[in-house]
């Protein structure tokens, strides 16, 4: 079987990132960026809101629901930067930029989801 | 024509006439409309990575206190940070719809031979949508 | 219907011009006519310089594909009638060099067609005397829609990604390699790979989508490409699992 290219992996994640990011993204952002602040539905209180994050099965719902979409994003925006700004030759920086933030914010999410 | 040394082929010179090549435009994908839906749907990842800023930057606040919760619930009723999660959610489902419409075309689903129609495999991608919005919203409502 | 249409049709001779510009002709619109005919009256009647390409004159050689009004289109196949009350632009085919008024230079896709490797590859072959390769319809049906690729560019034309990255292999190749890798009777997918699963074969493709929309033999290079990713990334990590490769 020959080695082919890694970006296979990368398309992987971009897939597993996006179908989970189109299911659920729109319901999360329009309860908790829209509905809830604005009252159009009643609002959970603060402290069933930390029961509820603290629930361990949640806490792993919302790693995995912070993380993957990251990784969605950056293979797209990742290509977005290479044929819509033409800067493919900065592409080594570009990666590491991308990848880069993905990686640093499933570490903050996981922190935070670990010590909530 | 085996070229041999007893019966040598002419030596052309060869002619390249000046072909013209034109350089693609930074602003190519303003030219035609499919080039641009394109562009805004590939923003559209921008969308996600905000949503995933947004919920950090909340379960952060949790994590803190019930003030600092309050205050950031109270700046997502500013005018200027509604405007903006409203386009952002509109990007959101913009995203899901062009990924509904575009993802099953990585199989060719066959049922007895023949190619399913585009909106029989669109379709449980929408009932999913639907399903887990629906238990997600009934699961942060009911209690 | 008006008695003419004016067609603004791009000129360029490399021993006369810098770069091309756009040459205005008042031709007659009959409502039969198409494009071509339009082209061959100029060339007939007006100026035999104007150079272009066409063959069949019947959408299947793949020859006479032009930029018409900014769309990718065989001019064989567009009729005259349909842009009516305006003057047509016919320019060549973009993303590609231009030899003289409206021929392109297709060596590159030429090159790039040749590294999908689209012919039957065996590694065994079967003795004559036991007769042909058979196919089922189904079989059959497994590749037909990519076998009716006419090598004609037009997606090479509306694909970005070709336009702005000179290694990317485009639509047709891609296509057509999985024409012949869904086909029953070839066994050369393996040797395909490395040219497909390549950052300059299938992962440079960014789903854009036009390739498919201006094909004129709805052979759906777009849909052949995506679902050569989903291969190619699940052998990816079977590959992981198999220690040694």
């Not at chain 1, 499933?106 to 010590?115: D, E, I, K, S």
């Not at chain 3, 789903?207 to 990713?229: L, M, N, R």
């Amino acid at each position: 079987m020959p080695k082919t290219s890694n970006d296979a992996f990368f398309w992987g994640l971009f897939s597993a990132g996006g179908t989970l990011a189109a299911i659920l993204v729109p319901i999360h952002l329009f309860l908790f960026a829209l509905a809830f602040p604005m009252g159009w539905l009643s609002e959970p209180t603060y402290s069933s809101l930390m029961d509820t994050v603290r629930l361990p099965l949640v806490r792993v719902y919302l790693f995995v629901l912070c993380s993957l979409p990251l990784f969605h994003w950056a293979h797209r925006f990742r290509f977005t930067l290479y044929d819509g700004l033409q800067i493919k030759h900065l592409n080594e920086v570009i990666f590491a930029c991308c990848y880069g933030g993905a990686i640093a914010g499933t570490a903050v999410a996981g922190w935070l989801l670990w010590n909530i | 024509m085996e070229n041999h040394p007893a019966n040598p082929l002419p030596h052309y010179t060869e002619y390249h006439p000046r072909w013209y090549r034109q350089r693609v435009s930074t602003y190519w994908w303003l030219g035609r409309w499919p080039y641009l839906r394109f562009i805004l749907r590939e923003l559209s990842s921008l969308a996600v990575a905000y949503f995933v800023a947004l919920t950090l930057a909340q379960i952060y606040a949790l994590s803190q206190s019930p003030q600092m919760y309050a205050e950031l619930q109270e700046w997502l009723r500013q005018p200027a940070a509604v405007a903006l999660n409203v386009v952002v959610f509109l990007f959101a489902v913009f995203h899901t719809v062009t990924w509904f419409a575009a993802a099953p075309k990585a199989m060719a689903v066959r049922m007895r031979g023949k190619r399913v129609p585009e909106w029989a495999v669109a379709a449980p991608n929408y009932a999913a949508w639907l399903v887990a919005s629906a238990a997600v919203t009934w699961f942060l409502l009911r209690g | 219907m008006a008695e003419t249409i004016i067609l603004e049709v791009t000129r360029y001779s490399p021993e006369r011009d810098q770069k091309p510009a756009l040459e205005r002709f008042e031709v007659p619109l009959r409502p039969e006519w198409v494009i071509l005919d339009a082209l061959n009256y100029i060339k007939d009647k007006v100026d035999g310089s104007l150079t272009f390409r066409w063959s069949c004159r019947m959408g299947v050689c793949g020859s006479c594909g032009m930029m018409v009004n900014g769309e990718p289109k065989l001019t064989c196949a567009t009729f005259l009638h349909k842009y009516e009350g305006s003057a047509v632009r016919v320019e060549p085919l973009r993303y590609f060099p231009v030899v003289r008024d409206l021929v392109t230079e297709l060596s590159d896709f030429m090159r790039k067609l040749k590294r999908a490797k689209p012919w039957l590859i065996r590694r065994t072959e079967k003795p004559l005397a036991e007769g042909e390769y058979l196919q089922t319809p189904e079989q059959l049906d497994a590749y037909k829609q990519f076998s009716m690729c006419i090598n004609c560019t037009l997606c090479y034309a509306a694909c970005p990604v070709y336009g702005l990255d000179a290694e990317f292999i485009g639509p047709a190749a891609l296509a057509l390699a999985q024409r012949y890798n869904l086909d029953s009777r070839d066994q050369g997918a393996e040797e395909r790979m490395l040219a497909l699963a390549h950052p300059d074969g299938v992962w440079g493709c960014t789903f854009v989508g036009e390739c498919t929309s201006v094909c004129p033999k709805h052979v759906d290079p777009a849909g052949a490409i995506q679902q050569y990713k989903l291969k190619a990334a699940m052998h990816w990590f079977k590959s992981l699992l198999k220690p040694g490769g």
